[in-house]
């Protein structure tokens, strides 16, 4: 069982960083640059290397703590794999992801494309590491 579950975080944190690293940094790093963009601190648009760094570490607690939220409740959920994997990815994502970006979006003054690219993003991260734990743990 810890075996799996230091695979799965292992996995997990690579795709969640790689992820990160497609859209936030490449793809769509335009939409943080949105007006308005004032409610940033100046070292996350610069994107230095310590908030680079902070960023990887950051990303690997979260799916060590998700890995070890799924170990503690997978028996609980229907299915087998890969589908549980997705059922707790998606109700994590509409939990705390979700609610905790409409809440950002509805106190700070953010940009509706950022708050999109926020949803979307944590909708992929959120799901995608619920289906790799989830297929960790099936074999």
Known sequence: MIKKGIIAWIVSGIFVNLWALLTCVWLFRWV??????????????????AYAFF?????????????????????????????????????????????????????????????IDWMVNGFISYVGVGAIIGKVYEG
């Open 32 to 49: 943080y640059f949105v007006k308005p963009i004032h409610v940033y601190r100046s070292w996350v648009l610069e994107f230095t290397l």
């Open 55 to 115: 960023s990887v570490v950051l990303n690997f607690v979260f799916t060590g703590l998700f890995v070890l939220f799924y170990a503690l409740i997978q028996k609980g959920l229907s299915g087998k794999g890969i589908k549980k994997g997705l059922i707790i990815g998606l109700s994590s994502w509409l939990v705390g992801g979700a609610v905790s970006w409409v809440r950002v979006a509805l106190t700070l003054d953010v940009s509706g494309i950022l708050f």
